[in-house]
């Protein structure tokens, strides 16, 4: 089977066998036990398990799988399938897809919308990646940096983006031309309540277009969406998923671990573009 993936080496196209991929120049590359495969050269990785660790990706699946940010996942869904309802086939990359929640949504809105996709997953996360690829196995997935995808020059018709670092170079060169990128990040106020309880003096997210060389703005779709969390597990899963996971204080971090209720509100902008 023809891959959506091109060899990291030698950037020739892959063929995917049974158990791996492999390309002309001989380069071949393991499929693992869970469905995924390892696309990232041993000189572009900075750490022996690079990206989140295997706690941190069970915490973020089982909250996602509770369906406290399915508003997000169905809107995403809808916008891609409605841009890309003309393509019968329609090929779609999922840059950092993490555990693969939006990656299977899309695919199934894909599907239900009578297209017959090709969708490819990277994350730099072997334990994301393990859950992806039993969540969706009609997919590819590969572990791989997002400013070296594993593609080839305008392989895809869309890109989506969700909360992930961002190369607007590598996502203009592997998308086609009139390709769709979908680049979601959260609304100014988006957790609002729970930044109320981690600082003293609580900011709003920068909110602002950004326009990226070789891509067309095309506008926003905003979701909002409340969420009553009633267990110190979601309400500390949910704070694993931010970046204020990073860089709270001590203090900020306590108050909120001795929460076991927390109502609050997400917000999320979904940015359209078309590359040129």
Known sequence: ??????????????????????????HCFDVAAAGYTHLLPANRKHSKNPGDDKAMVAARSAFLDRGYYAPLRDALCARVAEECRALPSP??????CGEGYYTAGLYQALTAAGCAPKIAGVDISKFALRRAAKRLPQGEFAVA????????????DALVNVF????????????RPGGLFCYVVPSARHLWEMKQVLYARPYENPVKREDYPGFVWQGADQVRCALSLSSNQDIMALFGMTPYAWKTPKEGVERLSALEQLDCQAGFDIHIYRKM
């Open 1 to 26: 089977m023809t891959s959506l993936f091109r060899c990291p080496l030698c950037s020739a196209p892959l063929t995917r066998e049974e158990q791996g991929y492999l390309c002309p120049g001989g």
């Open 91 to 96: 090929a779609l990359l999922d840059s950092g």
């Open 145 to 156: 940096s997002v400013y070296h995808l594993p593609l080839a020059d305008e392989s895809v």
């Open 164 to 175: 992930s670092p961002l190369s607007a170079e590598e996502f203009s060169r592997v998308l």
